[in-house]
């Protein structure tokens, strides 16, 4: 049988206008909540305040900490001429609570990622979802985190 449930959602309108990864908002996913088999989707909308000379960075990560690391989910970068973008992360518990299987840079309108990364954060004990965001040069220049949805599956 599957079952499917929301874990999470978000409106945390965070903002970051410096060069440094910035920690802009996590949620935590509490012990044995995925299984050995399930499979978590993170739908995140991101911003810029205005198409602007520099690049905005984003990056979702499952970290075993409410801190930045851990395995990355999404590595994106906004070119300049980009002001929104929608990203769908997901992982899948492969058979075991502490390994993951992880396809990063989906992006919305793709079916595909440019990597499969393997993960070991152990889903059994306390996880979290960690958003970050920076840009290349700091000075009056936002990424925003305008909001994000957790969704779990369980095969």
């Known amino acids: 049988t599957h079952k499917n449930s929301l ?3 978000a409106t945390p309108g965070t903002s970051n206008n410096n060069a440094t990864e910035t920690k802009l908002a ?3 996913i509490s012990g044995g909540t995925i299984g050995a088999n399930g499979l978590v989707r993170v ?3 991101w911003e810029k305040a205005v198409a602007v000379v520099n690049n905005g960075n984003i990056k979702v990560y499952l970290n075993s ?3 930045i690391g851990g395995v990355a989910l999404s590595s994106q970068s906004m070119p300049t001429t980009t002001i929104y ?3 769908q992360s997901i992982f899948l518990n492969f058979g ?3 390994i993951q299987k ?3 840079n989906s992006v919305s309108g793709y079916s595909t990622a440019t990597t499969v990364n393997t993960g070991a954060i152990d889903t059994s004990a306390d996880s979290w979802i960690v958003f970050t965001g920076w840009v290349n040069i700091a000075g009056g220049e936002v990424v925003i985190l305008d909001n994000y949805f957790i969704e779990l599956l369980i095969l």
Do not use: R
Request: aromatic residues 10%; glycine residues 10%; neutral net charge.
């Open 85 to 87: 973008a929608m990203i």
């Open 26 to 28: 996590s949620f935590k």
């Open 7 to 9: 874990l999470g959602y």
């Open 96 to 98: 075991n609570q502490a």
């Open 65 to 67: 900490a409410d801190a």
């Open 102 to 104: 992880v396809g990063v």
């Open 43 to 45: 739908l995140s909308v």
